[in-house]
């Protein structure tokens, strides 16, 4: 079984700027790509950014120039680090793997319980 939990999230003003942490627990061997969503109150989940396990990323239109992610292979950690942060950014931010390999089998979909970002105008 593999475990995400995400951390770092909280209330800011527009402008200022939070980073998030995600850690992966569980006999891991490895993980392919690592990624942030987020859902806001009313909408659907959407991806924010992504990164692969060689370090390539991906990111939405409305985040790019402000977020960064970055990860840690031989930690299992993935982090978003937002910038200039908006309160059209608001949600609920989800850190997610659709592919872990562990000793004994490769586990799919899994997701954080979430933490919520918050930014006043």
């Known amino acids: 079984q593999v475990q995400l939990v995400e951390s770092g999230g909280g209330l800011v003003q527009a402008g200022e700027s939070l980073r998030l942490s995600c850690a992966a627990s569980g006999n891991i061997f490895s993980i392919d790509t690592m990624g942030w969503y987020r859902q806001a109150p009313g909408k659907q989940r959407e991806v924010v950014e992504t990164?692969?396990?060689?370090?390539?990323?991906n990111y939405a239109d409305s985040v790019k120039g402000r977020f960064t992610i970055a990860r840690d292979n031989t930690k299992n950690t993935v982090h978003l680090q937002m910038n200039n942060l908006k309160p059209e950014d608001t949600a609920v931010y989800y850190c997610?793997?659709?592919?872990?390999?562990?000793?004994?089998?490769?586990?799919?979909?899994?997701w954080g319980q979430g933490t919520q970002v918050t930014v006043s105008a």
């Open positions: 990164i692969t396990i060689g370090g390539s990323a």
């Open positions: 997610y793997a659709p592919l872990v390999f562990t000793a004994q089998t490769i586990i799919y979909n899994s």
